[in-house]
């Protein structure tokens, strides 16, 4: 099973960049690597998926080891409403076949 | 920009009754998921639905649940008997492509067994 390794919590001043690890050593040739985050008393929301190439977009950066077994997300000014729970996934074979497994993931406290 | 709804946001039911909780998805999305949080815990993913169908579904997901898409905009799950251990957030969530394409989660509901 991929499994995903972070830090249990993290802090971060407001407006530096906040770069949150993963750990995925088991990870197949074929997953995605998803991070996902969220934000207290609210539903899980998308920041950013890759495969091997380092992606960015509005949110944030993902830079992605050479060999993949580990992964960084990069918020490149952390705001107050970056305050959340940051989730690193990988596909999760199941019972049923594959599903995203969201783990304990890393809380995020910005502070001002 | 185009969101998840959820009905209701808070539900309190009785031990045994049945619930359905709502979910309005993305209006142009193929794939509809439902995941549950007990408070202070991960988030735990309960079924996948594409095509009318089950796709996939954890073991949580036992005979007491049950999805349905009744009218080409609507999501709900059933917990056809609650039990205490059923009190949770319920989260929908929605993706134009299969499930490992970015999810748009719902507000959620919380629903408290009693």
């Known amino acids: 099973d991929a499994k995903t390794t972070q830090p249990n919590s993290m802090e971060s001043n407001e407006e530096e960049p906040v770069h949150l690890p993963c750990n995925h050593s088991t990870i197949s040739g074929t997953d995605y690597i998803h991070w996902y985050r969220q934000l207290p008393s609210q539903g899980p929301e998308y920041v950013i998926h890759?495969?091997?190439s380092n992606v960015n977009n509005r949110m944030a950066s993902l830079a992605i080891a050479e060999d993949r077994k580990s992964s960084t997300l990069i918020l490149h000014r952390a705001t107050l409403r970056d305050a959340a729970v940051y989730y690193c996934?990988?596909?999760?074979?199941?019972?049923?076949?594959?599903?995203?497994?969201f783990g304990t993931g890393t809380s995020l406290t910005v502070i001002p | 920009e185009p969101e998840v709804t959820q009905t209701p946001s808070h539900q309190v039911t009785q031990m045994g009754q049945e619930v359905i909780l709502r979910c309005v998805p993305i209006?142009?999305?193929?794939?509809f998921y439902w995941y549950r949080q007990i408070l202070g815990q991960k988030v735990e993913f309960l079924v996948s639905f594409y095509n009318n169908e089950i796709s996939e579904k954890s073991e949580i997901f036992d005979d007491q649940f049950s999805v349905e898409r009744p009218d080409g905009s609507n999501f709900t799950l059933k917990i056809r008997s609650t039990k205490l251990e059923d009190s949770a957030m319920y989260f929908c969530?929605?993706?134009?492509?299969?499930?490992?394409?970015?999810?748009?989660f719902g507000p959620g509901t919380r629903l408290t067994v009693t």
């Open positions: 969530a929605s993706s134009m492509r299969g499930p490992f394409y970015e999810q748009y």
């Open positions: 996934i990988l596909r999760e074979k199941g019972i049923a076949g594959n599903q995203f497994y």
């Open positions: 209006s142009n999305h193929l794939y």
């Open positions: 890759g495969l091997t």
